[in-house]
């Protein structure tokens, strides 16, 4: 009998604890996030101390040289804000640019091409959250120390970040990339076990944490971000990270029985579960069963009808128009729902050309006052384009892979444009109150959106509590990091679904791939998720003072409280 390299069958109790919590995917970077707690600081000067400490130990995923954003709640207030901090494509790049070096549909970009960097707006947005919603009681100094130590120090990498790490070095060893190495030991991928120091990532810091989004966007840091782009075939310059600003968003929203849901807006694909949620709101998915066909199959349908639209629809809306209002409206949602068949799945219903989507960190923190910060951050394709700029120990993202090269589609690019964005995080509050019930998200390209109302649903309809909600088995349609003509056809069914529920829905009409395991359930996303509130899991369902937290075990980390 082979012996799953991963595990992925201890049991693990739902986390409980009253003063402050942090869910992440890294261990040290979940006790990074309770030591801001417990020096003063708030949930958005946490989230922004685990955010540095998973670029440290997780750059296969996330870092300042990719995009961020975040919902903070405001437990004075029990208002809901948002935070977009993904990064534009530079002012000379343009679909003709791309179309006369041979770039188009048939021919997309290279995975790492200086062409697919977009500007990183990570930095900016961990400065914004900090000014915004931050305690105030903490500088961003002393936000970065401990994950500026921890790279000066070293650190010990985690088993399946080793993994990821060695997946993606190729990147790091181009010849053309010479800085690659300042993420390798002796030329090769950390192991399992291994301490990695990263110093010049910790001098990155310093110049954030003494000048601010200046020390990123101007002077040195960004001079080596623009030659490093360069040397790659881009166009990046300095007078495009001067200009990159984050923005406040007023967060989209729709109330599922009694539970607003929140999402960021486009560019981001928030909206998709939302969609979805309008749609299964319809139907009564307890009565079919958890996790049964009829229940997978109508989740299904309900995810390729909203992931169509979005498709089509999706893009920067300071550029486009996009109909918010039309697509969440729940008239809308009951004219798609009329065109599930619970008995046969539908026809590809997911218009244009394949969109790529890949690893990113996402992780949640919650305070002693009540406050919480749902907080994703991305490189996007793994290490990104896996291109350092010199003395930087960053690589920098490729979301500009994400824009259209079809130039009648919304979403095409163009200069000082945002991309379509995967990466989405999450709230729940009650609709009548506006009280907290969950910060949480899904990361995982495609599959963000998909494991939001999956991991939402397994609680809401099923009572589980936050980490049975994650340790239960997941589907994903596409193919998690690629969407288009075709890719919705295919449904991945993850290990521990019933095999008789995976033929029933080979009969029903889908195109099953079931029982995938090991490090392949990377495919079902991490998830991370911190209730508080009246949920049905809850004993005498109403200790609003006490918070419920869970950590996804396809990942290295876990929730800590205290």
């Not at 053309?176 to 399992?192: A, F, I, Y």
């Not at 009409?509 to 998720?529: C, D, E, K, W």
Request: hydrophobic share 40%; net charge negative; charged share 20%.
């Amino acid at each position: 009998m082979d012996i799953d390299p991963v595990g992925f069958n201890s049991h693990r109790s739902v986390l409980v604890c009253k003063n402050g919590c942090v869910a992440s995917s890294q261990y040290l970077a979940s006790q990074v996030g309770i030591d801001i707690l417990k020096q003063g600081g708030n949930a958005a000067d946490a989230a922004v101390a685990v955010a540095a400490a998973l670029n440290l130990t997780e750059p296969s995923s996330t870092g300042i040289g990719g995009d961020a954003f975040c919902l903070y709640y405001d437990s004075k207030t029990k208002k809901v804000h948002g935070l977009n901090g993904s990064g534009r494509a530079p002012g000379k790049l343009s679909l003709e640019v791309l179309h006369k070096e041979g770039y188009n549909v048939d021919n997309p970009l290279p995975v790492n091409h200086g062409h697919s960097v977009t500007v990183p707006g990570s930095a900016a947005a961990w400065c914004a959250t900090i000014e915004k919603f931050g305690s105030g009681k903490l500088t961003v100094a002393d936000i970065l120390e401990p994950a500026i130590c921890m790279a000066e120090e070293g650190f010990p990498v985690q088993k399946i970040t080793a993994h990821s790490w060695a997946k993606g070095s190729w990147l790091l060893k181009d010849e053309r990339n010479e800085h690659g190495q300042d993420l390798l030991v002796d030329g090769q991928p950390p192991r399992h076990g291994q301490i990695m120091k990263n110093k010049s990532l910790a001098s990155t810091f310093r110049e954030v944490a003494t000048k601010g989004t200046a020390g990123f966007y101007e002077g040195r840091i960004a001079e080596e971000i623009c030659k490093a782009v360069a040397r790659f075939g881009g166009v990046m310059s300095m007078e495009d990270l001067k200009a990159h600003t984050t923005t406040f968003e007023e967060p989209i929203r729709t109330d599922y029985k009694g539970h607003m849901v929140w999402e960021i807006p486009p560019n981001g694909q928030g909206i998709t579960a939302l969609m979805a949620l309008n749609i299964l709101e319809g139907f009564d998915l307890k009565a079919m069963g958890h996790n049964s066909a009829e229940y997978l199959h109508t989740l299904i349908e309900a995810l390729r009808l909203s992931f169509a639209d979005v498709a089509q629809y999706c893009a920067d809306p300071s550029k486009v128009h996009v109909p918010i209002e039309k697509m969440l409206s729940k008239q809308y949602a009951a004219e798609r729902r009329k065109l599930i068949d619970n008995k046969k799945a539908l026809p590809n219903v997911c218009p244009g050309e394949r969109l790529k989507g890949c690893d990113t960190v996402y992780f949640s923190v919650a305070d002693s006052e009540g406050n919480a910060c749902s907080f994703i951050n991305s490189n996007y394709m793994g290490f990104g384009t896996g291109i350092v700029p010199a003395g930087c120990g960053f690589t920098l993202q490729n979301r500009g892979l994400n824009f259209s090269l079809d130039p009648t589609h919304p979403n095409v690019v163009a200069p000082n444009k945002r991309p379509y964005h995967t990466i989405i995080p999450a709230m729940v509050t009650k609709a009548d109150t506006g009280e907290l019930l969950a910060s949480y998200g899904v990361m995982g390209g495609f599959m963000q959106p998909q494991g939001h109302v999956q991991v939402l649903l397994n609680m809401l309809e099923f009572g589980l509590d936050p980490q049975q909600a994650l340790d239960a088995p997941r589907f994903c349609i596409g193919h998690g990091h690629t969407m288009g003509e075709g890719s919705l056809e295919h449904v991945a069914v993850e290990e521990g679904i019933a095999d008789q529920v995976t033929s029933a829905l080979k009969v029903m009409g889908h195109n099953v791939t079931p029982n995938i395991g090991g490090y392949s359930r990377a495919l079902f996303g991490r998830g991370q998720v911190i209730a508080r509130g009246p949920w049905s899991f809850i004993p005498g369902n109403g200790e609003g003072s006490v918070y419920w937290a869970g950590s996804d075990p396809r990942a290295d980390g876990a929730a800590f409280g205290y």
